[in-house]
């Protein structure tokens, strides 16, 4: 099942904050977000594991509860480049087994100088 | 550059075609995953391959196939094409079976069905 993004989408004034939300009603091994540009390939942010571990760019941070399969994805300090969509992809069990992502509709993002 | 290369960037065939598309994962990541995106499903998983083996499915179409081969590029093969298959198809690829793992992207392919 698809995990939920909130927002859709937000605004900014560089500088400023945003938090970005993804919500999943499956058991999940672990979230992984991403940021995409207009028609260029989605770029690796952050994985979130199950257990705590984390794996990612140092000016990025996120947050995973894994009793509520929800993870933030938190944007200090905005800046121009951050605009983007924001996507979360969630890791559970495919019918073979093996785990796959599922993805997020997204969440646009779009600073402002 | 995430150094997943895909081929070609752009394709522009007709309704009823065959076409193939082309994916070299990162050096040394042994799984290749093939994605759909379009503006109105987002991203989609299709097919997950690892050391050449299929190991997961998603939402593919029977008309769609995929194979990865023993230098680990792979293909997805796309057939009698519909106007609805017009989209952004990525490879992504990662080291091992994929759990926990970060999947890396390639820049796409283009398809536009007419």
């Known amino acids: 099942q698809q995990p939920v993004q909130s927002p859709q989408a937000v605004i900014l004034r560089e500088g400023e904050d945003a938090v970005i939300n993804c919500s999943s009603s499956?058991?999940?091994?672990?979230v992984h977000w991403y940021r995409q540009k207009h028609g260029e390939a989605p770029v690796f942010l952050m994985i979130l594991l199950k257990g705590g571990e984390q794996k990612g760019h140092d000016k990025i941070s996120a947050s995973f509860n894994e009793k509520k399969q929800q993870s933030s994805l938190y944007l200090t300090a905005s800046q121009l480049s951050y605009s983007g969509t924001y996507f979360c992809?969630?890791?559970?069990?495919?019918?073979?087994?093996?785990?796959?992502?599922?993805f997020g509709k997204g969440t646009m993002l779009l600073v402002s100088p | 550059d995430s150094g997943v290369t895909q081929t070609p960037k752009h394709l522009i065939t007709a309704t009823g075609q065959r076409v193939t598309l082309r994916c070299s994962p990162r050096s040394g990541d042994l799984s290749v995953y093939w994605y759909q995106q379009s503006l109105d499903q987002g991203l989609q998983f299709l097919i997950q391959?690892?050391?050449?083996?299929?190991?997961a499915k998603g939402n593919i179409l029977e008309r769609f196939s995929a194979q990865q081969f023993p230098d680990l590029h792979s293909e997805l093969n796309l057939s009698s094409l519909e106007l609805g298959d017009s989209a952004l198809y990525f490879c992504a690829s990662s080291v091992g079976n994929g759990r926990g793992e970060t999947q890396y992207f390639g820049p796409g392919t283009r398809l536009l069905v007419l």
């Open positions: 499956k058991a999940l091994y672990s």
């Open positions: 992809g969630t890791e559970g069990l495919a019918n073979s087994g093996y785990s796959t992502l599922t």
């Open positions: 391959y690892y050391n050449g083996e299929e190991r």
